[in-house]
Each structure stands twice: as C-alpha cells, then as structure tokens.
C-alpha cells in the first residue's frame, strides 16, 4: 500500500520560510516523480512543482525563484523548501508521486502565511 505523508507545514509570517518534507513508501521512490501541489478552499489543487525521477524540476510561474523542489532517493524523501512566502501562498500542499502522471496523493498539509 502506497503512502505519502506530507510534514512541515505551520503558520509563518509573510516574508518567512518553511520547508516541507513528504515520506514515500509502498513504492520504489527512484522510479517514481514527485510533485507539490496546492489547494485553497472552493479551488482545484494546482501544481506548484514537481522533479523527475533524473531530477529535473519545473515551478509554477508563482514559485520560480522562492521555492525549491529536491528529492533524496536514499531516505525516500521529497522536499519543499519554500521562502519569502506570501499571504498568497496559503493553502493545503499535497505531496504526489506517480511514474505514468501522478497517481498518489498524500493527506496534506496546511501552510498558512499571515500578512
């Protein structure tokens, strides 16, 4: 059985960081991508990054240049370091992994950025 479970998030002023961390197992890690999505309430969870197996990234236009996706293939582990956060960030971010599309979802976590 799949399982993601997603740690990190918190309430942090705006300008302030957080870094997310998501545990894979039930899966081989190194064959499988991994993303970051998020979700506000009445929205569709929207990608907000994601890393290849071979670790190539790409960033939702409102991350580039404030939020890093990594990935370490010996812990199982896929991170989301995210700084110079915004009221605008707030939301659920849910860790995803998948090797045809993302097909695993974990429960989430609340980021909530106050101005």
């Known amino acids: 059985q799949v399982q993601l479970v997603e740690s990190g998030g918190g309430l942090v002023q705006a300008g302030g960081s957080l870094r997310l961390s998501c545990v894979a197992s039930?899966?081989?890690?190194?064959?499988?991508?991994m993303g970051w999505y998020r979700q506000t309430p009445g929205n569709e969870r929207e990608l907000v990054a994601r890393?290849?197996?071979?670790?190539?990234?790409d960033y939702a236009d409102s991350a580039k240049g404030r939020f890093t996706i990594s990935r370490d293939n010996t812990k199982n582990t896929v991170y989301l370091q995210m700084t110079s956060l915004k009221p605008e960030d707030t939301g659920v971010y849910y860790c995803?992994?998948?090797?045809?599309?993302?097909?695993?979802w974990g429960q989430g976590t609340q980021v909530t950025v106050s101005s």
């Open positions: 890393i290849t197996v071979g670790g190539t990234t």
């Open positions: 039930g899966l081989t890690f190194n064959v499988n991508a």
């Open positions: 995803t992994a998948g090797t045809w599309g993302f097909r695993h």
